[in-house]
């Protein structure tokens, strides 16, 4: 059984979209026999997919801190509640109980704990596959900035091409599963830098 990580905002967007592929990641989650781990809570595309995931009989794992579980924000009817002290050990965990990571719509929040995972996949700290849901172009111009990150040379191709994404919650799913994240070449080639000194 995988596990399965997923990062989305504590709203509902501005589009009845957002939660209806929220839902369908949970629900596909579910129906495939994995795990779903994400911040949870009970509010926003983060409830819709973990209630999408419970109705299919799915599991559930939910990582909140103690200020967000007092505020009550927290899901009552999970697997496992993990209840931590700060946001570091709220991702931490997270990350450590997920075999691969996925962004859905969301905010600063979102972008926070998916660009770390992703940093930490191409530092080789981890082999875990990440990737986006770009449902109706949520991500175009994340994308289209990922890809001037590599022209202007602050990121590597490779790099970049280990960022996954579609815009079909079935489709992202299936290459979060199937992918094999290869090592990293040296993250900074020190002669290459000192050349260019």
Known sequence: MKNICIYCG??????????QSAREIGKIIAQE???LVYGGGNVGLMGAVADAA??????VIGVITKLLFDKELAHPNLTELHVVNSMHERKSLMA????CFLALPGGLGTMDEI???????QLGIHKKACGFLNIQGFYDDL??????????????QNHHSQILT??????????L?????????????????????
């Open 10 to 19: 504590s709203s509902q967007g501005s589009d009845p979209v957002y939660i």
């Open 33 to 35: 026999g994995l795990t």
């Open 54 to 59: 419970m109705e299919n009989s799915g599991r």
């Open 96 to 99: 450590n109980l997920a075999d």
């Open 115 to 121: 660009f770390e995972v992703c940093v930490w996949t």
């Open 143 to 156: 994308l289209k900035f990922l890809d001037n990150m590599v022209e202007k040379q602050f990121l590597k």
């Open 166 to 175: 579609s815009s079909i919650p079935k489709e992202i799913i299936k290459k």
């Open 177 to 197: 599963l199937e992918t094999k994240v290869e090592a990293s070449d040296k993250w900074i080639d020190r002669k290459e830098l000192l050349g260019k000194c």
